[in-house]
Protein backbone atom coordinates (compact mmCIF):
# COMPACT_ATOMS: atom_id res chain seq x y z
CA UNK A 1 0.00 0.00 0.00
CA UNK A 2 1.47 3.32 -1.31
CA UNK A 3 2.28 5.52 1.99
CA UNK A 4 1.04 8.27 0.35
CA UNK A 5 -2.62 6.97 0.56
CA UNK A 6 -2.09 6.30 4.00
CA UNK A 7 -1.95 10.39 5.04
CA UNK A 8 -5.02 11.83 5.96
CA UNK A 9 -3.79 14.81 7.77
CA UNK A 10 -0.37 16.01 8.87
CA UNK A 11 -0.33 14.35 11.93
CA UNK A 12 0.02 10.83 9.94
CA UNK A 13 3.40 12.16 8.91
CA UNK A 14 4.69 11.71 12.79
CA UNK A 15 4.44 7.71 12.57
CA UNK A 16 6.99 7.55 9.46
CA UNK A 17 10.62 6.88 9.98
CA UNK A 18 13.31 9.19 7.87
CA UNK A 19 13.64 6.08 5.36
CA UNK A 20 9.62 6.56 5.08
CA UNK A 21 9.47 9.89 4.81
CA UNK A 22 12.38 9.58 1.44
CA UNK A 23 9.70 7.11 0.21
CA UNK A 24 6.81 9.21 0.84
CA UNK A 25 8.60 12.19 -0.82
CA UNK A 26 9.58 9.88 -3.85
CA UNK A 27 5.65 8.86 -3.99
CA UNK A 28 4.73 12.47 -3.73
CA UNK A 29 6.93 13.11 -6.73
CA UNK A 30 5.80 10.61 -8.80
CA UNK A 31 2.00 11.17 -8.27
CA UNK A 32 2.56 14.92 -9.24
CA UNK A 33 3.98 14.50 -12.45
CA UNK A 34 1.33 11.68 -13.38
CA UNK A 35 -1.27 14.44 -12.08
CA UNK A 36 -0.37 17.47 -13.20
CA UNK A 37 0.91 16.04 -16.33
CA UNK A 38 -3.00 15.38 -17.34
CA UNK A 39 -4.73 18.39 -15.95
CA UNK A 40 -1.71 20.98 -16.46
CA UNK A 41 -0.44 23.22 -13.43
CA UNK A 42 1.97 24.54 -11.70
CA UNK A 43 4.77 21.59 -11.67
CA UNK A 44 8.21 22.64 -11.62
CA UNK A 45 7.37 24.70 -7.93
CA UNK A 46 5.93 22.10 -6.43
CA UNK A 47 8.28 19.13 -7.43
CA UNK A 48 10.94 21.55 -5.56
CA UNK A 49 8.98 22.13 -2.21
CA UNK A 50 8.34 18.34 -1.45
CA UNK A 51 10.67 17.82 1.55
CA UNK A 52 10.03 20.96 2.69
CA UNK A 53 6.53 20.93 2.82
CA UNK A 54 6.92 17.30 4.84
CA UNK A 55 9.09 19.25 7.48
CA UNK A 56 7.12 22.14 8.07
CA UNK A 57 3.92 20.13 8.72
CA UNK A 58 5.69 17.69 10.99
CA UNK A 59 7.18 20.60 13.14
CA UNK A 60 4.18 22.35 13.34
CA UNK A 61 0.82 21.68 13.55
CA UNK A 62 -1.39 22.95 11.38
CA UNK A 63 -4.35 24.25 11.32
CA UNK A 64 -3.41 25.75 15.15
CA UNK A 65 -0.39 26.75 13.41
CA UNK A 66 -0.97 28.72 10.46
CA UNK A 67 1.72 27.92 7.44
CA UNK A 68 1.07 30.50 4.90
CA UNK A 69 2.36 30.06 0.94
CA UNK A 70 3.06 33.69 -0.76
CA UNK A 71 1.64 33.08 -3.92
CA UNK A 72 0.89 29.41 -3.81
CA UNK A 73 2.15 28.05 -6.61
CA UNK A 74 4.05 25.68 -4.75
CA UNK A 75 1.01 24.27 -2.59
CA UNK A 76 -0.04 20.97 -4.34
CA UNK A 77 2.09 19.19 -2.10
CA UNK A 78 0.53 21.01 0.99
CA UNK A 79 -3.27 19.93 -0.17
CA UNK A 80 -1.72 16.37 -0.20
CA UNK A 81 -0.61 16.24 3.33
CA UNK A 82 -3.59 17.75 4.07
CA UNK A 83 -5.93 15.20 2.99
CA UNK A 84 -6.96 16.54 -0.73
CA UNK A 85 -5.44 13.56 -2.88
CA UNK A 86 -8.17 13.71 -6.18
CA UNK A 87 -6.42 15.66 -8.88
CA UNK A 88 -8.07 14.49 -11.12
CA UNK A 89 -10.37 18.08 -11.93
CA UNK A 90 -7.05 20.06 -10.97
CA UNK A 91 -8.26 23.67 -12.00
CA UNK A 92 -11.31 22.73 -13.16
CA UNK A 93 -14.69 23.25 -12.43
CA UNK A 94 -16.18 21.03 -9.48
CA UNK A 95 -12.28 19.93 -8.65
CA UNK A 96 -9.10 21.09 -6.58
CA UNK A 97 -8.28 24.77 -7.04
CA UNK A 98 -4.64 25.57 -8.24
CA UNK A 99 -4.26 27.48 -5.51
CA UNK A 100 -4.94 27.38 -1.97
CA UNK A 101 -8.66 27.79 -1.09
CA UNK A 102 -10.18 28.22 2.20
CA UNK A 103 -13.64 26.42 0.50
CA UNK A 104 -11.74 23.62 0.53
CA UNK A 105 -9.66 22.86 3.83
CA UNK A 106 -9.10 24.76 7.16
CA UNK A 107 -5.56 24.45 6.36
CA UNK A 108 -5.49 26.97 3.71
CA UNK A 109 -5.17 30.65 4.96
CA UNK A 110 -4.48 32.44 1.80
CA UNK A 111 -5.94 32.40 -1.36
CA UNK A 112 -4.55 35.29 -3.10
CA UNK A 113 -2.07 34.31 -5.72
CA UNK A 114 -0.54 37.81 -5.55
CA UNK A 115 3.13 37.88 -4.85
CA UNK A 116 4.82 39.09 -2.20
CA UNK A 117 2.11 39.58 0.28
CA UNK A 118 2.49 36.55 2.99
CA UNK A 119 4.70 38.62 4.88
CA UNK A 120 2.17 40.93 5.10
CA UNK A 121 -0.25 38.62 6.00
CA UNK A 122 2.08 36.86 8.56
CA UNK A 123 2.77 39.87 10.74
CA UNK A 124 -0.88 40.61 11.26
CA UNK A 125 -1.09 37.12 12.30
CA UNK A 126 1.57 37.16 14.40
CA UNK A 127 0.51 40.68 16.62
CA UNK A 128 -3.20 39.36 17.11
CA UNK A 129 -1.17 35.91 18.47
CA UNK A 130 0.73 38.82 20.79
CA UNK A 131 -2.58 41.16 21.50
CA UNK A 132 -5.00 37.76 22.15
CA UNK A 133 -1.93 35.80 24.18
CA UNK A 134 -2.28 32.63 22.37
CA UNK A 135 0.83 30.74 21.78
CA UNK A 136 0.45 29.34 18.60
CA UNK A 137 2.79 29.78 15.32
CA UNK A 138 2.55 31.66 12.15
CA UNK A 139 5.49 30.26 9.57
CA UNK A 140 5.07 32.21 5.92
CA UNK A 141 6.50 30.63 2.94
CA UNK A 142 8.20 32.88 0.57
CA UNK A 143 10.31 32.41 -2.82
CA UNK A 144 13.29 34.08 -3.97
CA UNK A 145 11.26 35.84 -6.40
CA UNK A 146 8.67 37.19 -4.55
CA UNK A 147 11.46 38.63 -1.94
CA UNK A 148 12.50 41.19 -4.89
CA UNK A 149 8.84 42.85 -4.38
CA UNK A 150 8.23 46.04 -1.90
CA UNK A 151 5.66 44.45 0.12
CA UNK A 152 7.78 42.10 1.48
CA UNK A 153 10.43 44.14 2.10
CA UNK A 154 7.98 47.18 4.07
CA UNK A 155 6.62 43.73 5.90
CA UNK A 156 10.41 42.74 7.21
CA UNK A 157 10.67 45.95 8.61
CA UNK A 158 7.90 46.09 10.60
CA UNK A 159 8.05 42.29 11.41
CA UNK A 160 11.82 42.98 12.84
CA UNK A 161 10.76 46.22 15.01
CA UNK A 162 9.14 42.99 17.40
CA UNK A 163 11.96 41.14 18.84
CA UNK A 164 9.56 39.22 20.81
CA UNK A 165 6.97 38.41 18.47
CA UNK A 166 7.28 35.00 17.23
CA UNK A 167 7.36 34.67 13.42
CA UNK A 168 9.15 31.94 11.05
CA UNK A 169 9.71 32.89 7.09
CA UNK A 170 11.05 30.24 5.54
CA UNK A 171 12.57 31.36 1.92
CA UNK A 172 12.30 29.06 -0.35
CA UNK A 173 15.14 29.75 -2.63
CA UNK A 174 15.60 28.00 -5.86
CA UNK A 175 16.80 30.91 -7.96
CA UNK A 176 13.84 31.49 -9.68
CA UNK A 177 10.28 33.15 -9.60
CA UNK A 178 9.38 31.67 -13.15
CA UNK A 179 12.76 32.42 -14.73
CA UNK A 180 16.55 33.15 -12.80
CA UNK A 181 15.93 35.77 -9.97
CA UNK A 182 17.95 39.23 -10.42
CA UNK A 183 18.83 41.89 -8.74
CA UNK A 184 20.80 43.22 -5.87
CA UNK A 185 18.60 40.14 -3.40
CA UNK A 186 19.75 37.61 -5.98
CA UNK A 187 22.99 38.08 -5.70
CA UNK A 188 23.24 38.35 -1.63
CA UNK A 189 21.24 35.09 -1.94
CA UNK A 190 23.98 33.46 -4.69
CA UNK A 191 26.77 34.70 -1.89
CA UNK A 192 24.66 33.38 0.80
CA UNK A 193 24.39 30.06 -1.24
CA UNK A 194 27.73 29.80 -2.21
CA UNK A 195 29.04 30.92 1.00
CA UNK A 196 29.37 27.28 3.36
CA UNK A 197 32.02 28.13 5.33
CA UNK A 198 29.74 29.16 8.27
CA UNK A 199 27.90 25.48 8.10
CA UNK A 200 31.08 23.48 7.79
CA UNK A 201 32.48 24.94 10.98
CA UNK A 202 29.21 24.13 12.70
CA UNK A 203 29.53 20.63 11.21
CA UNK A 204 33.09 20.13 11.94
CA UNK A 205 31.99 21.79 15.82
CA UNK A 206 28.72 19.36 15.95
CA UNK A 207 31.00 16.30 15.56
CA UNK A 208 33.58 16.99 18.37
CA UNK A 209 30.65 18.63 20.82
CA UNK A 210 28.29 15.68 20.65
CA UNK A 211 31.22 13.52 21.64
CA UNK A 212 31.35 15.85 24.75
CA UNK A 213 29.62 14.49 27.94
CA UNK A 214 27.13 17.02 29.42
CA UNK A 215 28.20 20.23 28.27
CA UNK A 216 28.88 19.08 24.30
CA UNK A 217 25.03 19.67 23.13
CA UNK A 218 23.60 22.50 24.90
CA UNK A 219 27.23 24.03 23.66
CA UNK A 220 26.63 23.62 19.86
CA UNK A 221 22.84 25.17 20.22
CA UNK A 222 25.03 28.11 21.99
CA UNK A 223 27.20 27.70 19.18
CA UNK A 224 24.76 27.55 16.41
CA UNK A 225 23.20 30.77 17.86
CA UNK A 226 25.99 32.64 17.89
CA UNK A 227 26.28 37.25 17.17
CA UNK A 228 26.76 38.37 14.03
CA UNK A 229 30.26 38.91 14.37
CA UNK A 230 31.22 35.33 14.25
CA UNK A 231 28.35 34.71 11.46
CA UNK A 232 29.40 37.52 9.28
CA UNK A 233 33.72 36.68 10.02
CA UNK A 234 32.54 33.44 8.33
CA UNK A 235 29.55 34.23 6.14
CA UNK A 236 27.87 37.41 4.57
CA UNK A 237 24.00 36.80 6.45
CA UNK A 238 24.39 40.51 7.43
CA UNK A 239 21.27 41.72 5.57
CA UNK A 240 19.12 40.01 7.74
CA UNK A 241 20.58 40.55 10.87
CA UNK A 242 20.80 44.23 10.40
CA UNK A 243 17.05 44.11 9.69
CA UNK A 244 17.05 42.13 13.94
CA UNK A 245 15.95 38.91 11.87
CA UNK A 246 17.24 35.95 13.19
CA UNK A 247 19.37 34.07 10.04
CA UNK A 248 19.24 29.99 10.20
CA UNK A 249 20.74 28.47 6.73
CA UNK A 250 21.29 28.31 4.66
CA UNK A 251 19.87 24.94 4.47
CA UNK A 252 19.54 21.73 2.20
CA UNK A 253 15.87 22.34 1.27
CA UNK A 254 15.76 18.37 -0.30
CA UNK A 255 17.40 17.14 3.48
CA UNK A 256 14.41 16.42 5.74
CA UNK A 257 16.25 15.91 8.88
CA UNK A 258 18.36 18.75 7.95
CA UNK A 259 15.01 21.15 7.36
CA UNK A 260 13.60 19.70 10.83
CA UNK A 261 16.21 20.31 12.79
CA UNK A 262 16.12 24.22 11.26
CA UNK A 263 12.23 24.60 11.64
CA UNK A 264 12.37 22.93 15.53
CA UNK A 265 15.27 25.85 16.21
CA UNK A 266 13.68 28.74 14.93
CA UNK A 267 10.13 27.41 16.31
CA UNK A 268 11.68 27.58 19.48
CA UNK A 269 12.70 31.16 19.30
CA UNK A 270 10.75 33.69 20.58
CA UNK A 271 11.00 36.09 17.91
CA UNK A 272 11.06 36.81 13.94
CA UNK A 273 13.47 34.06 12.44
CA UNK A 274 14.59 33.57 8.73
CA UNK A 275 15.27 29.89 7.89
CA UNK A 276 16.48 29.74 4.39
CA UNK A 277 16.38 26.91 2.25
CA UNK A 278 17.89 26.19 -1.19
CA UNK A 279 15.56 24.22 -3.04
CA UNK A 280 15.66 22.82 -6.93
CA UNK A 281 12.55 23.71 -8.81
CA UNK A 282 11.52 20.75 -10.97
CA UNK A 283 13.81 18.22 -8.86
CA UNK A 284 13.29 14.56 -9.41
CA UNK A 285 11.82 15.14 -13.10
CA UNK A 286 14.28 14.99 -15.70
CA UNK A 287 12.45 16.82 -18.54
CA UNK A 288 11.87 19.65 -15.52
CA UNK A 289 15.62 20.41 -14.79
CA UNK A 290 16.62 20.87 -17.93
CA UNK A 291 13.84 23.24 -18.98
CA UNK A 292 15.71 26.10 -19.27
CA UNK A 293 13.08 28.80 -19.48
CA UNK A 294 11.37 28.27 -16.28
CA UNK A 295 11.83 24.35 -15.00
CA UNK A 296 8.21 23.54 -15.95
CA UNK A 297 6.80 26.49 -14.12
CA UNK A 298 3.09 25.83 -15.48
CA UNK A 299 2.78 23.18 -18.42
CA UNK A 300 -0.63 22.39 -20.37
CA UNK A 301 -1.08 18.56 -20.37
CA UNK A 302 2.34 16.69 -21.41
CA UNK A 303 3.34 13.18 -22.30
CA UNK A 304 4.80 12.62 -18.52
CA UNK A 305 7.65 10.58 -20.20
CA UNK A 306 9.29 12.96 -22.13
CA UNK A 307 7.39 16.26 -21.06
CA UNK A 308 6.41 17.24 -24.55
CA UNK A 309 2.94 18.89 -24.68
CA UNK A 310 0.17 16.76 -25.94
CA UNK A 311 -1.10 19.05 -28.28
CA UNK A 312 0.94 21.47 -30.81
CA UNK A 313 0.36 24.98 -29.73
CA UNK A 314 -1.30 26.77 -32.00
CA UNK A 315 -0.40 31.15 -32.10
CA UNK A 316 -1.45 33.22 -29.12
CA UNK A 317 -2.09 36.46 -28.27
CA UNK A 318 0.93 36.65 -26.13
CA UNK A 319 3.20 35.33 -29.46
CA UNK A 320 1.71 37.95 -31.44
CA UNK A 321 2.75 40.48 -29.30
CA UNK A 322 6.17 39.28 -28.64
CA UNK A 323 6.73 38.87 -32.30
CA UNK A 324 5.60 42.67 -33.17
CA UNK A 325 7.96 43.84 -30.70
CA UNK A 326 11.09 42.57 -31.87
CA UNK A 327 9.87 44.05 -35.22
CA UNK A 328 9.61 47.52 -33.22
CA UNK A 329 12.78 47.45 -31.34
CA UNK A 330 14.48 46.68 -35.30
CA UNK A 331 12.53 49.88 -36.61
CA UNK A 332 12.93 52.43 -33.35
CA UNK A 333 16.14 52.43 -30.96
CA UNK A 334 14.13 54.05 -28.65
CA UNK A 335 11.89 51.04 -27.62
CA UNK A 336 12.68 49.76 -24.44
CA UNK A 337 10.78 46.67 -22.51
CA UNK A 338 10.09 46.24 -19.14
CA UNK A 339 8.49 43.02 -16.71
CA UNK A 340 7.78 41.99 -13.64
CA UNK A 341 9.80 38.47 -13.15
CA UNK A 342 7.69 37.56 -16.15
CA UNK A 343 9.71 37.57 -19.14
CA UNK A 344 8.52 34.64 -20.90
CA UNK A 345 5.14 34.07 -20.22
CA UNK A 346 4.54 38.10 -21.14
CA UNK A 347 6.38 36.75 -24.52
CA UNK A 348 9.23 39.35 -24.31
CA UNK A 349 11.88 36.52 -24.11
CA UNK A 350 12.59 37.39 -27.94
CA UNK A 351 13.01 40.99 -27.51
CA UNK A 352 15.25 40.32 -24.68
CA UNK A 353 17.09 38.09 -26.75
CA UNK A 354 17.06 40.39 -29.93
CA UNK A 355 18.06 43.60 -27.87
CA UNK A 356 19.61 42.16 -24.34
CA UNK A 357 20.53 46.47 -23.30
CA UNK A 358 16.83 46.84 -23.49
CA UNK A 359 14.79 44.57 -21.98
CA UNK A 360 14.69 46.03 -17.90
CA UNK A 361 13.46 42.84 -15.23
CA UNK A 362 12.71 44.70 -11.90
CA UNK A 363 11.29 41.56 -10.47
CA UNK A 364 8.05 41.09 -9.32
CA UNK A 365 7.88 45.16 -8.14
CA UNK A 366 4.91 45.92 -10.66
CA UNK A 367 5.06 49.79 -8.39
CA UNK A 368 8.95 50.44 -9.27
CA UNK A 369 8.46 49.10 -12.94
CA UNK A 370 5.51 51.73 -14.09
CA UNK A 371 7.65 54.79 -12.01
CA UNK A 372 10.59 53.51 -13.48
CA UNK A 373 8.66 53.73 -17.23
CA UNK A 374 8.20 57.02 -16.44
CA UNK A 375 11.31 57.97 -15.42
CA UNK A 376 12.45 56.08 -19.05
CA UNK A 377 10.02 58.34 -20.88
CA UNK A 378 11.31 61.56 -19.42
CA UNK A 379 14.99 60.62 -20.40
CA UNK A 380 13.66 60.11 -24.05
CA UNK A 381 13.10 56.40 -24.63
CA UNK A 382 9.54 55.04 -24.98
CA UNK A 383 9.37 51.66 -22.61
CA UNK A 384 6.57 48.99 -22.97
CA UNK A 385 5.48 47.44 -19.58
CA UNK A 386 4.19 43.99 -20.36
CA UNK A 387 2.04 42.52 -17.46
CA UNK A 388 -0.77 39.95 -16.51
CA UNK A 389 -4.39 42.39 -16.50
CA UNK A 390 -4.77 41.48 -12.83
CA UNK A 391 -1.04 42.63 -11.77
CA UNK A 392 -1.69 45.75 -13.38
CA UNK A 393 -4.15 46.51 -9.83
CA UNK A 394 -1.02 46.98 -8.19
CA UNK A 395 0.33 50.11 -9.48
CA UNK A 396 -2.65 51.99 -10.05
CA UNK A 397 -1.25 54.86 -8.24
CA UNK A 398 1.87 55.17 -10.39
CA UNK A 399 -0.38 55.07 -13.64
CA UNK A 400 -2.21 58.07 -12.02
CA UNK A 401 0.42 60.06 -10.50
CA UNK A 402 3.85 59.22 -11.90
CA UNK A 403 3.25 58.40 -15.51
CA UNK A 404 -0.28 60.39 -16.30
CA UNK A 405 0.09 63.64 -14.34
CA UNK A 406 3.80 63.83 -15.66
CA UNK A 407 2.45 63.06 -19.55
CA UNK A 408 5.20 60.42 -20.07
CA UNK A 409 4.67 58.34 -23.24
CA UNK A 410 4.64 55.04 -21.31
CA UNK A 411 2.67 52.04 -23.22
CA UNK A 412 1.25 49.49 -20.94
CA UNK A 413 0.70 45.79 -22.14
CA UNK A 414 -1.87 43.80 -20.33
CA UNK A 415 -2.06 39.97 -21.09
CA UNK A 416 -4.21 37.74 -19.70
CA UNK A 417 -7.15 40.54 -19.74
CA UNK A 418 -10.97 39.45 -19.18
CA UNK A 419 -12.16 36.12 -17.81
CA UNK A 420 -9.21 33.86 -17.48
CA UNK A 421 -10.78 30.73 -15.65
CA UNK A 422 -9.25 28.08 -14.88
CA UNK A 423 -6.44 30.09 -11.98
CA UNK A 424 -9.42 31.30 -10.28
CA UNK A 425 -10.67 34.54 -9.01
CA UNK A 426 -6.78 36.78 -8.55
CA UNK A 427 -6.31 36.06 -12.25
CA UNK A 428 -9.14 36.88 -14.00
CA UNK A 429 -8.16 40.58 -15.85
CA UNK A 430 -11.61 41.89 -15.44
CA UNK A 431 -10.65 45.34 -13.43
CA UNK A 432 -8.64 47.56 -15.82
CA UNK A 433 -10.98 48.81 -18.41
CA UNK A 434 -12.89 49.92 -15.10
CA UNK A 435 -9.77 51.13 -13.02
CA UNK A 436 -8.08 52.82 -15.75
CA UNK A 437 -11.43 54.79 -16.88
CA UNK A 438 -10.73 57.51 -14.18
CA UNK A 439 -7.43 57.96 -15.86
CA UNK A 440 -6.67 61.41 -17.45
CA UNK A 441 -5.56 61.38 -21.05
CA UNK A 442 -5.15 57.49 -21.12
CA UNK A 443 -6.09 56.16 -24.06
CA UNK A 444 -6.85 52.36 -24.03
CA UNK A 445 -7.20 49.86 -26.50
CA UNK A 446 -8.79 46.58 -27.26
CA UNK A 447 -7.97 44.49 -30.38
CA UNK A 448 -10.28 41.79 -31.87
CA UNK A 449 -7.99 40.12 -33.69
CA UNK A 450 -3.91 39.21 -34.30
CA UNK A 451 -3.89 42.06 -37.08
CA UNK A 452 -5.63 44.73 -35.07
CA UNK A 453 -3.26 44.02 -32.17
CA UNK A 454 -0.07 44.31 -34.18
CA UNK A 455 -1.72 47.66 -35.29
CA UNK A 456 -3.16 49.05 -32.03
CA UNK A 457 0.55 48.32 -30.35
CA UNK A 458 2.28 50.68 -33.14
CA UNK A 459 0.07 52.92 -33.00
CA UNK A 460 0.51 52.82 -29.03
CA UNK A 461 3.81 53.83 -28.85
CA UNK A 462 3.54 56.53 -31.06
CA UNK A 463 1.96 58.25 -28.81
CA UNK A 464 4.91 60.34 -26.54
CA UNK A 465 2.79 62.12 -24.05
CA UNK A 466 0.19 60.14 -22.42
CA UNK A 467 -0.17 56.55 -20.96
CA UNK A 468 -1.76 53.81 -23.17
CA UNK A 469 -2.83 50.21 -23.09
CA UNK A 470 -3.48 47.74 -25.10
CA UNK A 471 -5.27 44.78 -23.67
CA UNK A 472 -5.48 41.33 -24.90
CA UNK A 473 -7.00 37.87 -23.68
CA UNK A 474 -5.29 34.43 -22.92
CA UNK A 475 -4.94 31.63 -24.93
CA UNK A 476 -5.01 31.23 -28.57
CA UNK A 477 -5.93 34.46 -30.68
CA UNK A 478 -8.78 33.51 -33.04
CA UNK A 479 -9.56 34.33 -36.39
CA UNK A 480 -9.38 37.83 -38.41
CA UNK A 481 -12.34 39.59 -37.94
CA UNK A 482 -12.42 42.09 -40.87
CA UNK A 483 -14.23 45.50 -40.83
CA UNK A 484 -16.29 46.20 -43.54
CA UNK A 485 -16.77 49.81 -43.19
CA UNK A 486 -15.66 52.77 -40.47
CA UNK A 487 -17.70 55.40 -38.20
CA UNK A 488 -15.02 58.09 -37.20
CA UNK A 489 -11.97 56.09 -35.31
CA UNK A 490 -14.22 52.70 -34.98
CA UNK A 491 -14.35 49.80 -37.26
CA UNK A 492 -17.72 49.04 -38.55
CA UNK A 493 -17.87 45.10 -38.50
CA UNK A 494 -21.55 44.59 -39.59
CA UNK A 495 -23.97 46.59 -41.07
CA UNK A 496 -27.91 46.54 -40.27
CA UNK A 497 -28.79 46.88 -44.04
CA UNK A 498 -31.54 49.11 -43.10
CA UNK A 499 -32.16 52.66 -42.91
CA UNK A 500 -33.60 52.32 -39.51
CA UNK A 501 -31.66 49.90 -37.56
CA UNK A 502 -32.68 48.48 -34.22
CA UNK A 503 -29.21 47.71 -32.25
CA UNK A 504 -25.90 49.23 -32.30
CA UNK A 505 -23.99 46.60 -30.84
CA UNK A 506 -20.95 47.69 -29.71
CA UNK A 507 -18.49 44.79 -29.43
CA UNK A 508 -15.17 45.10 -27.35
CA UNK A 509 -11.61 43.47 -28.24
CA UNK A 510 -11.51 39.87 -28.68
CA UNK A 511 -15.62 39.21 -27.94
CA UNK A 512 -16.06 40.30 -31.91
CA UNK A 513 -16.68 36.74 -33.19
CA UNK A 514 -19.59 36.40 -30.54
CA UNK A 515 -21.06 39.83 -31.73
CA UNK A 516 -21.13 38.53 -34.94
CA UNK A 517 -22.79 35.62 -33.62
CA UNK A 518 -25.28 37.74 -31.92
CA UNK A 519 -26.07 39.94 -34.61
CA UNK A 520 -27.22 37.28 -37.00
CA UNK A 521 -29.17 35.61 -33.82
CA UNK A 522 -30.91 39.23 -33.60
CA UNK A 523 -31.19 38.80 -37.36
CA UNK A 524 -33.56 35.75 -37.39
CA UNK A 525 -35.73 37.70 -34.47
CA UNK A 526 -36.11 40.30 -37.60
CA UNK A 527 -34.14 42.48 -35.56
CA UNK A 528 -32.10 44.38 -37.45
CA UNK A 529 -28.19 44.75 -35.84
CA UNK A 530 -24.93 47.32 -36.56
CA UNK A 531 -22.09 45.42 -34.84
CA UNK A 532 -19.33 48.09 -34.23
CA UNK A 533 -15.31 47.71 -32.77
CA UNK A 534 -14.22 50.90 -31.13
CA UNK A 535 -10.67 49.58 -31.43
CA UNK A 536 -9.90 52.40 -28.44
CA UNK A 537 -12.36 52.24 -25.91
CA UNK A 538 -11.10 55.38 -23.93
CA UNK A 539 -11.68 58.03 -24.65
CA UNK A 540 -15.08 57.20 -26.12
CA UNK A 541 -15.17 58.32 -29.75
CA UNK A 542 -17.03 61.16 -31.20
CA UNK A 543 -18.73 59.25 -33.49
CA UNK A 544 -20.26 57.18 -31.08
CA UNK A 545 -22.83 59.86 -29.64
CA UNK A 546 -24.67 60.79 -33.19
CA UNK A 547 -23.97 56.60 -34.50
CA UNK A 548 -25.96 55.85 -31.44
CA UNK A 549 -28.83 58.11 -32.11
CA UNK A 550 -29.49 56.66 -35.49
CA UNK A 551 -30.18 53.48 -33.40
CA UNK A 552 -33.17 52.41 -31.14
CA UNK A 553 -31.31 50.55 -28.97
CA UNK A 554 -27.37 50.30 -27.65
CA UNK A 555 -25.85 47.36 -26.38
CA UNK A 556 -22.22 46.77 -25.47
CA UNK A 557 -20.40 43.59 -24.85
CA UNK A 558 -17.31 43.63 -22.95
CA UNK A 559 -14.71 40.71 -21.00
CA UNK A 560 -14.39 43.38 -18.18
CA UNK A 561 -16.70 44.24 -15.13
CA UNK A 562 -19.72 45.75 -16.16
CA UNK A 563 -19.03 48.40 -13.05
CA UNK A 564 -17.47 51.85 -14.15
CA UNK A 565 -16.41 49.35 -17.28
CA UNK A 566 -16.66 50.59 -21.64
CA UNK A 567 -20.86 50.49 -21.00
CA UNK A 568 -20.77 52.54 -18.58
CA UNK A 569 -18.17 55.33 -19.94
CA UNK A 570 -20.08 54.71 -23.37
CA UNK A 571 -23.48 55.30 -21.63
CA UNK A 572 -22.11 58.88 -19.39
CA UNK A 573 -21.02 59.68 -23.30
CA UNK A 574 -24.88 59.68 -24.95
CA UNK A 575 -25.82 61.18 -21.59
CA UNK A 576 -23.15 64.20 -22.08
CA UNK A 577 -24.06 64.35 -25.59
CA UNK A 578 -27.72 64.29 -24.75
CA UNK A 579 -29.09 61.51 -26.66
CA UNK A 580 -31.32 59.59 -25.05
CA UNK A 581 -31.28 56.20 -26.14
CA UNK A 582 -31.77 53.26 -24.09
CA UNK A 583 -28.35 50.75 -22.98
CA UNK A 584 -27.42 47.62 -22.13
CA UNK A 585 -24.42 46.68 -20.79
CA UNK A 586 -23.51 42.98 -21.14
CA UNK A 587 -19.76 41.97 -19.09
CA UNK A 588 -18.51 40.27 -15.67
CA UNK A 589 -20.61 40.83 -12.24
CA UNK A 590 -18.79 42.61 -9.63
CA UNK A 591 -17.96 39.45 -7.62
CA UNK A 592 -15.12 36.83 -7.76
CA UNK A 593 -15.37 34.03 -10.07
CA UNK A 594 -14.59 30.22 -9.14
CA UNK A 595 -12.19 28.55 -10.99
CA UNK A 596 -13.14 26.82 -14.61
CA UNK A 597 -12.50 26.67 -18.16
CA UNK A 598 -13.32 30.18 -19.56
CA UNK A 599 -16.43 28.88 -21.24
CA UNK A 600 -17.91 27.54 -18.58
CA UNK A 601 -17.23 30.69 -16.52
CA UNK A 602 -18.54 33.13 -19.69
CA UNK A 603 -21.66 30.54 -19.40
CA UNK A 604 -22.23 30.80 -15.83
CA UNK A 605 -22.42 34.47 -16.17
CA UNK A 606 -24.40 34.65 -19.49
CA UNK A 607 -21.70 36.21 -21.42
CA UNK A 608 -22.70 33.64 -24.30
CA UNK A 609 -24.19 34.85 -27.45
CA UNK A 610 -27.74 32.73 -27.31
CA UNK A 611 -28.20 34.85 -23.55
CA UNK A 612 -27.27 37.85 -24.57
CA UNK A 613 -29.47 37.69 -27.91
CA UNK A 614 -32.26 36.76 -25.34
CA UNK A 615 -32.08 39.41 -23.31
CA UNK A 616 -31.52 41.98 -26.68
CA UNK A 617 -34.94 40.84 -28.54
CA UNK A 618 -36.69 41.10 -24.98
CA UNK A 619 -35.81 44.54 -24.82
CA UNK A 620 -36.54 45.38 -28.41
CA UNK A 621 -39.67 43.66 -27.50
CA UNK A 622 -40.49 45.72 -24.90
CA UNK A 623 -40.10 48.51 -27.09
CA UNK A 624 -42.77 47.74 -29.39
CA UNK A 625 -45.37 46.51 -26.75
CA UNK A 626 -44.47 42.92 -27.30
CA UNK A 627 -43.33 42.04 -24.26
CA UNK A 628 -45.76 40.86 -21.52
CA UNK A 629 -45.39 40.64 -18.01
CA UNK A 630 -45.22 37.33 -17.73
CA UNK A 631 -42.31 36.63 -20.59
CA UNK A 632 -40.10 39.46 -18.31
CA UNK A 633 -40.83 36.96 -15.36
CA UNK A 634 -39.53 33.98 -17.55
CA UNK A 635 -36.54 35.97 -19.13
CA UNK A 636 -35.00 37.89 -15.89
CA UNK A 637 -32.05 40.38 -16.88
CA UNK A 638 -28.53 38.85 -15.72
CA UNK A 639 -25.91 40.90 -14.88
Known sequence: MPLLTRIRGPRDLDRLSLEELDQLAEEIRSFLVGAVSKTGGHLGPNL????????????????????????????????????????????????????????????????????????????????????????DHVVAVIGDGALTGGMAWEALNNIADAKDRPLVIVVNDNERSYAPTIGGLANHLATLRTTDGYERFLARGKDLLERTPVVGRPLYETLHGAKKGLKDFIAPQGMFEDLGLKYVGPIDGHDLEALESALARAKRFGG????????????????????????????????????LPIKASAASWTSVFGDEMVKLGREREDIVAITAAMLQPVGLKKF???????????????????????????????????????????????????????????????????????????????????????????????????????AQLRE????????????????????????????????????????????????????APMCLEIATLLDKQGISTTVVDPRWVKPVDEAMAPLAERHRVVVTVEDNSRVGGVGSAIAQALRDAGVDVPLRDFGIPPRFLDHASRAEVMAEIGLTAPDIARQVTGLVSKLDGRYSDSAAEAEPARD
Open 352 to 454: ADTFPERIYDVGIAEQHAAVSAAGLATGGLHPVFAVYATFLNRAFDQVLMDVALHKCGVTFVLDRAGVTGDDGASHNGMWDMSMLQVVPTLRLAAPRDAEQLR
Open 272 to 307: PVIVHCLTEKGRGYEPAEQDEADRFHGIGPIHPDTG
Open 460 to 511: AVQVDDAPTVVRYSKGVVGPAVPAVGTVGGMDVLRESGTGTPDVLLVSVGAL
Open 48 to 135: GVVELTIALHRVFDSPRDRVLFDTGHQAYVHKLLTGRQDFSRLRSKGGLSGYPSRAESEHDVIENSHASTVLGWADGLAKANQVLKRD
